[in-house]
């Protein structure tokens, strides 16, 4: 499924890199972000080969979709419904120095019953072609108290078709 809807005024200057089940990127231009973030690179993000951790990633990228998820209209979740990630991919494509300013693109690459396939790019905000890793993560809305999986909720549905 491709991205439908963009939440901020942000269109990346180059094409996404997606991918559908069978590892197909879908054409370039035909994508818009669903959010995109930005976010500052921090001099203790940093490691001892003087760029970001790559643990780092996992954390611009749950910033990126806790903004998103503030700027759904509806309720998301409640006592009964929470998202958790179920899986996470990243390919590491080039180190982040410090200083940076960095974009991360969240685009909708599929919706299930009860979970979603985010795609993300983080590029630098000033160099968009310069893409510093891409990938996807699969979010599942489960009831806390039984472990188990509910279905999406329609605010997320909404903000996603």
């Known amino acids: 499924m491709s991205p439908r809807k963009s939440t901020t005024q942000t269109k990346a200057a180059d094409a996404p890199v997606a991918h559908d089940a ?3 990127a879908p054409k370039a231009d035909t994508d818009t972000p669903l959010y995109v973030a930005s976010l500052g690179v921090r001099w203790r993000d940093l490691d001892a080969f003087n760029h970001v951790n790559n643990s780092n990633y996992l954390t611009y990228l749950e910033e990126a979709r806790l903004q998103w998820l503030s ?3 509806g309720p998301w979740f409640d006592d009964h419904a929470m998202p958790v990630m179920a899986a996470s991919q990243i390919n590491y ?3 982040i120095a410090w200083p940076a300013q960095l974009q991360v693109q969240l685009f909708c690459e599929r919706v299930g019953n009860s979970s979603m396939t985010i795609a993300h790019r983080v590029i630098d ?3 968009p072609d310069q893409l510093y890793c891409d990938g996807h ?3 599942v ?3 806390p108290a039984s472990g188990k999986p509910v279905p999406l909720p329609e605010a ?3 903000a996603t078709a």
Do not use: F
Request: net charge neutral; aromatic share 4%.
């Open 93 to 95: 494509r080039h180190p």
């Open 156 to 158: 997320i549905r909404a």
């Open 71 to 73: 700027h759904v209209p």
């Open 141 to 143: 809305w489960m009831d």
């Open 22 to 24: 069978t590892g197909m």
């Open 125 to 127: 905000a000033e160099h």
């Open 137 to 139: 993560v699969v979010m």
